[in-house]
């Protein structure tokens, strides 16, 4: 019935519209409690469900399903469970993706940051904190993200009260940072150890990779400055 409702609301939404469309554009919208007809196979073998039901579930449904299965590819568990517990933290519409056990899951994922002692601990906050956050403080509602919270629990010193709730926090805006700047530095190493200039030792490349990846702030320096510098590093023949 949810269906044939859905179907009836779409054909009197599009009602109007049809008559346009196939005026100017010559497309038939078709009336989706009729029953599908697959234009492959003979007419009169009419399918038993109906042309909202194919699109639904044929199409949408299976498109849906591609895309999980390719994410799904893409994505391990480990990842899957680092990128939930971030979510989760996450302060819009209320706390509504707060999850303690996904919180939990990511944060076994670094066992040198939370010991088993700080894991006790951390849960316990965790459960005082969304209670306090969600249904106390009234500060904490509409917030927009991640730097908002942040802000927020400095700004009413909470996060003096919940601290590993708080370095989970820092550890939430931090891994896009960090995650962004490994990857430009690896691609940063293939053009400045490049074939011809394989041979470089680690020093000389980390001393090339630093200024590449932080160009912005060495573009900011003088060249005279750089040069005193180098000059007063040891004694030389020739005055820059």
């Known amino acids: 019935m949810g269906e044939l409702e859905t179907g009836r609301g779409l054909n009197q939404e599009l009602g109007l519209a049809r008559a346009a469309d196939t005026r100017w554009y010559n497309i038939s919208i078709p009336n989706f409690d009729d029953f599908y007809v697959n234009s492959g196979r003979s007419r009169c073998k009419v399918a038993d469900h109906t042309i909202l039901h194919h699109y639904r579930v044929d199409i949408f449904f299976m498109i849906i399903d591609w895309q999980v299965q390719e994410l799904n590819a893409r994505f391990n568990e480990v990842t899957t469970n680092l990128l939930v517990g971030v979510a989760c933290l996450n302060p819009v519409d209320s706390f509504s993706s707060f999850d303690i056990n996904k919180i939990l899951m990511m944060v076994e994922l ?131």
């Open 110 to 240: 670094y066992p040198d940051d939370f010991d088993e002692n700080i894991m006790v601990t951390l849960k316990n906050q965790l459960e005082t904190y969304i209670v306090d956050v969600r249904d106390v403080d009234e500060r904490f509602s509409n917030l927009q993200g991640l730097v908002d919270l942040s802000e927020t629990l400095v700004k009413t010193k909470k996060h003096l009260n919940y601290p590993f709730v708080f370095r989970l926090v820092k550890f939430a805006l931090l891994l896009p940072v960090a995650i962004a700047t490994v990857e430009r530095t690896f691609s940063a190493m293939k053009l400045i150890k490049s074939e011809l200039r394989n041979r470089m030792n680690d020093e000389f490349m980390s001393g090339c990779l630093v200024p590449y990846v932080e160009r912005k702030i060495f573009n900011a320096i003088f060249d005279e400055t750089i040069m005193n510098t180098f000059q007063d590093m040891k004694t030389r023949r020739g005055q820059l």
